[in-house]
Structures are given as C-alpha cells and as structure tokens.
C-alpha cells in the first residue's frame, strides 16, 4: 500500500525559508516521477514542482529561482527546499507521484500547512 507523509510545514515570515519533507512507503518511489502540490485557499490544488526518477527537476514558473526539489531514493524520501518565502505560497503541501491518475487520488497524505506572513 503507497502510503505518503509530509512534515516540515510552519508560519514564517515573509523571506524566510521552510525545508518540507515527504516520507514514502511502498517499492514504487524510486522507480516514479514525484511531486511537490499546493492547495492554497479557495483555490484548485497545483503541481508546483517534480522530479523524475534519475533527479531532473521542473518548476512552476511562480517558483523556480526560490523551491529547490530533491530526492533521496534510498530513504524513499522527498524534499522541498523553499526560500525567500512569500505571502502567495501560503497553502497546504501535498506530496504524490507525477501525473495524478483516478488510481493515485487515494495516494494523497493529510498534508502539511505552510503559512507566510508577518
């Protein structure tokens, strides 16, 4: 059973940084593209970052210049390095294999909030 966890959520101030963590469970991490999404409030949850199996990244443009994304395929964990924060990043992150089909809709873990604001 795949089986997501995301920690490292905070409040922040704007500018600061926030170092978020997915712990995966399950053989299908190493072999699967994953991503980094946000559901901010009263908003579609997106797809903000992700990173193929051999460690190439790609960024939404809101993004790129300030997260960092990486993986660690031997711990089945994945990483999002985010700095120079800001108000607009506030939202719940979610961790999940890249793309989102009807099968991993039940893949999605509880999340982990990050709140930027002074």
């Known amino acids: 059973q795949v089986q997501f966890v995301e920690s490292g959520g905070g409040l922040v101030q704007p500018g600061g940084s926030l170092r978020l963590s997915c712990a995966a469970s399950g053989s299908i991490f190493s072999i699967n593209t994953m991503g980094w999404y946000r559901q901010g409030p009263r908003k579609q949850r997106e797809l903000v970052a992700h990173i193929g199996s051999g460690g190439v990244a790609n960024y939404v443009d809101s993004v790129k210049g300030r997260f960092t994304i990486s993986r660690d395929n031997a711990k089945n964990t994945m990483y999002l390095q985010m700095n120079n924060l800001k108000p607009e990043d506030t939202a719940v992150y979610y961790c999940?294999?890249?793309?989102?089909?009807?099968?991993?809709?039940?893949?999605w873990g509880q999340g982990t909030q990050v709140t930027v604001s002074s």
């Open positions: 999940n294999l890249v793309p989102i089909t009807i099968a991993r809709i039940g893949f």
